[in-house]
């Protein structure tokens, strides 16, 4: 496995000399810089001085990422002496003083330089000794929102075999026109998926009075916001993340997320070019094009529970099931981009709410007095979230948490904390 195919957070100092071992050739997807470059061949400052970047290695640096970015993606290495030939090879280590702090400083740089905004940037440093020196990894997905331009020179680039270079007006007209055929493509096929939650919906209803419930279906639909195609999906049974239950830390209250959370670790069955899962009103999917849905159906209240009296007739949302299923379908996203090794593939994700009347919304606790969500139309649509690196996990589900009480015209000020390193190791 190449460091252009392994997760991030893996990645090893051994990995990195195995490069220079086998003199590694920079490719579409690879490139290497010795350090820091300057116009004269000479030291950075941040060699010299450590105490800043110099502006021509801040601009060459992030003119690589953006050439990344606008086109297919891929790894830059810092700290990795290149051969002079073209294509050139991995050489020897040659570490960066304060590594950690010249990442830092960098990405800092992308967020100012970089027009528009670039999502999908992840980065590491590796140190090589004690003393702070190492190498540093940023990893660029193939961009969503492209084109991108550097902001210091107005100049957009692209990656041309093993270099970055100048785009002419010919590609950015074309690289323009791609990305609104994926916004498009991506567009139709949320709405399919709401097509067809709609109709599974539809069978779910009947007369008032028939069941303690009224129906709702939750549906949360994930798609890479750039068309990904999975060789083989049906025969990478490792792509499916095997989740278990878990408990989310409410402010000071642990809170255990037992249903849907308790199926996500079974396997699932082949379908036509997807993984999926179908048992008791739960199913999830796996598909090809990189789509990830989790969908729940609720009909009737959970075993040995008899719902207050108040909440016969109605219909009443558990506030663990939608979060769950949220988690749920995050937490595939983040396992599957990291088993690729396309940490920063941008997603969107998109989580909607089905029932005939606005439900009760209440946490597992029946004698709890719920609240209700203040939606005249159907289905509750949430606001569309954006998966874009590990950071925005969390922030995911806080904003998923809030947005469900801002429907009830409730503000929430409760602290959502998801134990990741438990559900992602």
Known sequence: MTIVSKRLSEITLEDLAELVERGAQETADLEFKRGLPTEDGSEDRWITHGDRIGSYARNRITAELVAFANAEG?????GIAETSEQPSNANELSPIPGCEEIRRRLIDTAEDLIEPRMFGLESRAIAADGEGAGLV???VAKSANGPHRLGSDREFYIRRGDRASRMDVREIRERTLEMARSVEQTEGLFAQRREAAFKQFEQLLFPVGTNDYLPILIRATALPLVPLDIIDVTRRSELWWRGKPFRLEADDERIPFEYPSREFALAPSVRLRSLELHKDGFSRILRHDGLVE???TLGRPTPNETPPEEERCQAVLPVVWLLGLAVGAVAQVEY??????RDGLDFGLEIEVWCREEPFVRWRDPSFHPTRIQQ???PLRFPRYHISDTQTLGTI???VHRDLFDACSVQSEVSI???WNELLP
């Not at 599957?336 to 090794?341: I, P, T, V, Y």
């Open 137 to 139: 990894i940023f990893r």
């Open 376 to 378: 005249p139309s159907q």
């Open 336 to 341: 599957l981009r990291r088993e690729l090794g």
């Open 74 to 78: 891929g790894t830059l290495v810092l």
């Open 397 to 399: 589900i806080q904003l």
């Open 294 to 296: 989790f969908r729940l």
């Open 417 to 419: 904390d998801v134990p």
